[in-house]
């Protein structure tokens, strides 16, 4: 089981309601990978890659709109990591895919915990401040 965590709350609430929808896409690829159900791998990893397009561009969007000086990079880090799913999506058209889908699996969770806690939370206080919260 993957999920989400109270302490990986970056206090907007729409921002953490997409994150946890990441972790929930990441616990339906732990699913498929348990039941080698290589029909939904490649649909669970587009839609991830597709949501995680999406939620960079509402993450930005929102730093952007009230001025957060770390936003250069967010971005930075969002292309990387965008760039990192595509390629593997790409491959996931060739070779072993469940051996794939699960180091898929671990980049994506590793990657995701990781820049919440390094980078998403230190928007939060930011955040906080200019919006009053939630
Ligand atoms: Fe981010």
């Avoid at 732990?30 to 039941?35: D, H, T, V």
């Avoid at 991830?48 to 001025?67: I, N």
């Avoid at 593997?88 to 060739?94: F, I, L, T």
């Amino acid at each position: 089981m993957v999920s989400w965590k109270e302490e990986y709350s970056v206090g907007v609430s729409e921002l953490d309601e997409q994150h946890k929808s990441l972790f929930g896409l990441l616990d339906k690829l732990s699913a498929a990978i348990e039941q080698k159900d290589k029909l939904s791998l490649g649909y669970i990893v587009t839609s991830l890659e597709l949501y995680v397009v999406f939620h960079f561009t509402s993450e930005e969007h929102l730093l952007a709109k009230y001025g957060y000086p770390g936003l250069a990079k967010q971005e930075q880090e969002h292309g990387v990591f965008k760039a990192r799913v595509a390629r593997y999506k790409a491959e996931m058209s060739k070779g072993d895919k469940i051996a794939l889908a699960g180091e898929i699996r671990q980049y994506l969770h590793d990657w995701l915990v990781g820049h919440i806690i390094d980078q998403d939370k230190k928007y939060s206080a930011f955040m906080i401040e200019k919006r009053g919260g939630g």
